[in-house]
């Protein structure tokens, strides 16, 4: 066992949640979901600790950003966005998943991504890891700064104008702050990848994850509108989640 990588683990671990607690960003279970998670990754590798510090500290401030308007328009909202465990594990459940995956079936030394028609089960794990991300901060930024939009969005399944926070509803705004998301994500791989394996090869990933943000945006706006209540509540005049008595 590489020791080393254990104590950097922890040590990057402990800092994520401390600093996610502190800056109120997380609750208490948030901050222990926190710790296991970036323990996990930095086990994994260091890349994929930069996705995960990627969208964590970018979806924190976004969530805080403008937290007054927004909680003048939905109901749910809540003021300086701690998140729970089960909000953490939402958000990164699935990439600690493939981050485990690799450490059993791939190891933890950094693999560089394939790109060919022979496609290795750690190029297989990384592009997992890699479009998890990308929508998951596509979703993150598109929801927190297309719901501040000038206008009203249109919800996706008819094209009609609806209140802000209707689930469903896209704006230009926010598809735009999706495809800058995305932008993040493989920029923050490139860096990794290009410190770890010494080589700027992996560029195409930028490109990649920019694509794949707006279209998981796109994904998620479409489930919400099919499967997730919204209505305008004139008496509170906000967008609530849970049809009235």
């Known amino acids: 066992m590489d020791w080393t990588r254990v104590g950097v683990s922890i040590a990057v671990s402990v800092a994520l949640s401390w600093r996610g607690y502190r800056k109120r ?4 279970s948030g ?36 937290s007054h308007e927004k909680a003048k328009i939905e109901e749910d909202f809540k003021e300086g966005g701690q998140r729970t465990a089960i909000q953490v594990f939402a958000n990164s459940g699935l990439a600690s998943a493939v981050a485990l995956c690799y450490i059993w079936l791939v190891g933890a030394d950094q693999a560089p991504i394939q ?51 209707t689930n469903g509803g896209v704006s230009t705004l926010g598809m735009l702050a999706s495809i800058v998301a995305g932008f993040v994500i493989g920029f923050a791989y490139f860096i990794s990848s290009a410190l770890v394996l010494r080589s700027l090869s992996e560029w195409p990933v930028i490109l990649v994850a920019t694509i794949a943000a707006p279209l998981g945006s796109l994904i998620d706006s479409i489930l919400g509108a099919t499967l997730q209540y919204s209505a305008f509540d004139a008496e509170l005049k906000k967008v609530v989640s849970k049809p009235g008595p």
């Open 31 to 66: 901050a222990i979901a926190a710790f296991m998670t970036g323990f996990i990754h930095t086990m994994a590798g260091y890349t994929f600790t930069m996705l995960l510090g990627a969208f964590f500290f970018t979806a924190s401030w976004l969530t805080k950003y403008k």
């Open 115 to 165: 790109f060919g028609c022979s496609i290795p089960l750690s190029t297989l794990l990384l592009s997992a890891l890699i479009g998890h991300y990308s929508c998951s901060n596509g979703d993150t930024w598109s929801s927190e700064l297309g719901v501040l939009s000038s206008g009203n969005p249109i919800l996706i399944t008819s094209f009609k104008r609806v209140p802000k926070g």
């Open 25 to 28: 960003s997380l609750s208490t």
